[in-house]
């Protein structure tokens, strides 16, 4: 659980630097060691991305119904990070709002 001094400074970050810092923490997590694992961690950071821009996307809504899918945890597997986790790490940073029962909500 996060203290609420982390709290408050994660939200004062702008979207963007918190998906920039999600990604980071997420490429430090994986392993990658083939074009197959680039390409689809590739995948996972564009849906970062698209979580990050609310408003401005068009991709927002499937971005995050991706990272509530089956085949999210399908990519996840392939780069060796745990999905679970990877949604943590997106709840932390106020990506995703909830991870209740299989159903992932935007974060405002």
Partial sequence: MQSKSAVKIIDKLPRAKRALLTKRVLARSAEIHSTEQRLWMAVIFS???????TGMSPFHGS???????????IH???VDLNPEYVRSVLQRAHLIASTNANEVTCAA
């Avoid at 849906?47 to 821009?53: E, H, K, N, T, V």
């Avoid at 119904?65 to 999210?72: A, H, I, P, Q």
Wanted: aromatic letters at 10%; a negative charge.
């Fill in 47 to 53: 849906a970062i991305d698209d979580l990050s821009m």
């Fill in 63 to 73: 971005a995050a119904r991706y990272v509530d899918s089956e085949l999210f945890e």
């Fill in 76 to 78: 996840c597997q392939i």
